[in-house]
């Protein structure tokens, strides 16, 4: 079992950043992929970023070279630092883990555990 906890959340004018943390808890998520998604009101939910320990990052084409994903092993926990933030980056922000093997996909299907999320609001 996997515990997620997501924090960091807030509201931001555009061209602003903001850093999500996720404490992960539990046992056997040592291998697994983690991932940061997002639904805003009315939209499905979808990937924002994946890692895994010692593997490639995958980002959702829309946060490439403005969201970074990374972990601190050490402190078990999760991190997205989001740069040159807009209004459509407003969402809330989910933590997920899970074992889907291979490269770390951005299909919340894939993903068995999930935090409470946290919501992030950027103003124009």
């Known amino acids: 079992q996997v515990h997620l906890a997501e924090s960091g959340g807030g509201s931001v004018q555009a061209g602003g950043s903001l850093s999500l943390s996720c404490a992960v808890s539990g046992s056997g998520y040592s291998t697994y992929c983690m991932a940061w998604f997002r639904q805003a009101p009315g939209k499905e939910r979808e990937g924002v970023a994946s890692?895994?320990?010692?593997?490639?990052?995958n980002y959702a084409g829309s946060v490439n070279d403005r969201f970074t994903i990374y972990q601190d092993r050490a402190k078990a926990t999760l991190y997205l630092q989001m740069n040159s933030l807009n209004p459509e980056d407003t969402a809330m922000y989910y933590c997920a883990a899970g074992d889907p093997g291979g490269t770390c996909p951005l299909s919340p299907r894939d993903y068995q555990y999930w935090g409470q999320g946290t919501q992030v609001t950027v103003s124009p």
């Open positions: 890692i895994r320990m010692f593997g490639p990052k």
